[in-house]
């Protein structure tokens, strides 16, 4: 005789039908809506729920008929991939008149059912400790991929709201006195849920002040005082202020052991960072706002120093626990995890999901992660990230990349090129050596050669920089031209740049060796017709508006996608923007201007491209002629000045 299997359902961090025999893969949920309505069941007292109620929440703005027969069609789809498991489709859902029941004629088990079965036990048992290690093992999270559809929503709040009670119950009977470090990682997703929670604030202040983190225990203070005036006008309450005031007046414990100091992997500091000193504040500031915060900007401009010497100045507040996990050089999605368990030295079982495997080992550890050069992975870069930021709630990561990972609770900051000198007045020395990209320039060339900066050399040094748009990687590949050029001859020979700075340093990557191979690298990351656009750019010079874009360049392309292509150009840095008044203007910087005049004449579309736009600007020049109206001549003038570089 059969062996009944049981139908086990998982909704706790995302969403699983499995029996002792088998599990459901993704590709067997032929509808998306066959997933959805075995959630719903199984969400359910007696996992069932009436005809009409599922039609509503599934096809809402559907005919009744329509919708019955979707609703057909659907269960069919569900008995076929829950028939995957070795379950007969009909004894697992079966309509009870016009009743849908889920496991009808075989037991359901829900991982959400078992966890409040467990901690109803522990709690009558009076197992605090055992309590609160269950419920560290468990998902904050119900249904992460439905958690803001209307059907879902009443089960994701009660459930955050069981599971903050019980955490609450659980501190209040002195978790956090006898394992502070447990009540902190229990306590951050209440607080973080609820950042108005006040007792839940306090008590995360307690914990971490016994964990030997009086410093981290102020922040959240100052983060709850915030929240509390940006939306209710309201101070602290007066307990909440008195336990701040002990943690500030009084030293920390003796009997707190120090945090042992954690082995990071940050590379040693070989030069000084210079002139990032406004970038360095404001990236502080931001990282004090964030638990995920991405460096962008065009390659080359100094993301991965920038994020290094970042990770640095706050080393101590995570007690050392920093690294720097490189992706230059992976190939494979699957290998960023495996990169980030390497360098932190975890072990990944062959025979358990690495992502769940290194973010169960990093669970209670509280760490800065740098991972750098994340734009050619971006899919599984932000499935990592978003699988950490959720299960780790110690973790801040801190990503460089050439366009944001693009998901919940990043914040993005683009990074911008060195401070450029004044070209338009007389050259000084004195006035030049306070400017960011001469500073790196001189740097850089005087380590290779007998080189200062002297009223001779000063006005090609200012043109250099000025004119390789203040990019670090660029200034310093530059630099490798003077002991055999002199800055005068660097800058006469500009005008094909990418030729020029072809010296690059031996010890980094290939992509990163010239200004041609960085540019090339991102270029390549382009969709086709992100690339077409991007090369047929390069017939303007300065700034050019959006309307010129989609009638110059939007041939084969399409109006609409020649805005979302633009808008990816912009995204990866290979396009800057600019706002004046009411409209946007779109530049390539000139070093990215000559790489797609290079893309440009292979494809040899430079003709027809140079004929759209002298008959573009030509119908624009005489439509806003100032001659044709003298009472309207400043209107005009004003109109013509931003594009007399085109014209």
Known sequence: MAVALDLQVRLLGGFEVRSDQASAAPGAWRLRKAKTLVKMLALQPGHALP????????WPDSDMDAARNNLHQVVHAARRAIETVGIAGADALAWNDSLLVLGRNCRVVTDVEQLDAAATELLQDGDVFGLARLLEAASVELLPDDGYEPWAQQHVIAYREWRNQLVMH???????????DLAVTLLAPVVSAEPLHEPAHRALMTALAASGRRSDALVVFERL???????????PEPATRALFRQLLTQPASPAIPAQRRADNSLPARVLPLIGRERELTETEAALRRTRLLTLTGLGGVGKTSLAIELARRHASDFSGDVHLVELGSVVESDQVITQLARTLRLEVPSDAPPVESVVAQLRRRRVLLVLDNCEHLLDACATVVGALLRGCPEITVLATSREPLRIDGELTWRTPSLGLPDTSAAVRVEDLGAVASVQLFVQRASALASFELTDDNAAPVADICYRLDGIPLALELAAACVPFLTPQQVSERLGDALELLRRGDRVTVDRQQTLAATLAWSHDLLADDERILFRRLAVFVGSFPLEAVE???????????VLS????????SLVTVEHRGNAARYRLLETVRQFAAEQLRSSREGDELRAAHCAWYLDFAEMH??????GSADPAATAMEPEYANL
Do not use: K, M, S, Y
């Open 51 to 58: 005809r009409d109620v599922v039609v509503d929440a599934l």
């Open 170 to 180: 659980i501190v209040e009977l002195d978790l956090d006195g006898n394992h502070p």
């Open 225 to 235: 005082r915030t929240a509390l005036h940006d939306e209710l006008g309201a101070d």
């Open 551 to 561: 009638e110059i360049c939007g041939a084969g392309i399409g109006v609409t996608r």
């Open 565 to 572: 292509a633009l808008a990816r150009l912009v995204d990866t």
């Open 625 to 630: 002629d100032p001659q044709q109206d003298a």
